[in-house]
């Protein structure tokens, strides 16, 4: 089955750039979507179509891509932005959805 | 506003079934799918499958086919996710979320604990 391959965990101090990575094979047929998840809640949608960012989301957040690679770049982190990313995508038929096993952002 | 509002805790039994609820509330119900995704403890996110409220058709991934059905009821814009034989390893946070046109999950549900212990 298709997988997408995130680093467990990435650290940064504050003000500093954080950037997380997706890997999958298919991601230069299908978009990357970004998820930030903090505990105990529910996901919240923070970067689409691989590089558009939901209205009501800080402007520190950004998305990109290249080839089989996304990335998530978090720019001047602050405290609160400590939390887990998940990527998502499709496999290359667009049939099946499928998640990356998650970053976990530490804010040092 | 627009909001997801999933039912309440379970605890089951292996070999038992459950079946969680998803209402939409602040928007068309039948105009954007309903994808359930579902969250061990300390574990990451697990998309489960799709259903289109408008025609109820489905998609599941292949690790549940045979066991989940999504069903909807459009008269009282409810979405509804029945997991089958469960078995310890099915123990986890169910999450019903609305995905929009392109493509995200931008709405999701709170969330219902299913707990399968005998």
């Known amino acids: 089955s298709y997988e997408l391959t995130q680093p467990p965990s990435v650290s940064v101090s504050p003000g500093q750039t954080a950037r997380i990575t997706c890997s999958g094979d298919a991601l230069p047929k299908q978009y990357a979507y970004w998820y930030q998840q903090k505990p105990g809640q529910a996901p919240v949608l923070v970067i689409y179509k691989d590089s558009e960012r939901p209205s009501g989301i800080p402007e520190r957040f950004s998305g990109s891509s290249s080839g089989t690679t996304v990335t998530l770049t978090i720019s001047g982190v602050q405290a609160e932005d400590e939390a887990d990313y998940y990527c998502q995508s499709a496999d290359s038929s667009g049939t099946y959805l499928v998640f990356g096993g998650g970053t976990k952002l530490t804010v040092l | 506003q627009v909001q997801l509002v999933q039912s309440g805790a379970e605890v089951k039994k292996p070999g038992a079934s459950v079946k969680v609820s998803c209402k939409a509330s602040?928007?068309?119900?039948?105009?954007?799918?309903i994808n359930w995704v579902r969250q061990a403890t300390g574990q990451g996110l697990e998309w489960m499958g799709w259903m289109n409220p408008n025609s109820g058709n489905t998609g599941y991934a292949q690790k549940f086919q045979g066991r989940v059905t999504m069903t909807r009821n459009t008269s009282i814009s409810t979405a509804y996710m029945e997991l089958s034989s469960l078995r310890s390893e099915d123990t986890a946070v169910y999450y019903c979320a609305r995905r929009n046109d392109s493509g995200g999950m931008d709405v999701w549900g709170q969330g219902t604990t299913v707990t399968v212990s005998s």
């Open positions: 602040g928007y068309t119900f039948t105009s954007y799918d």
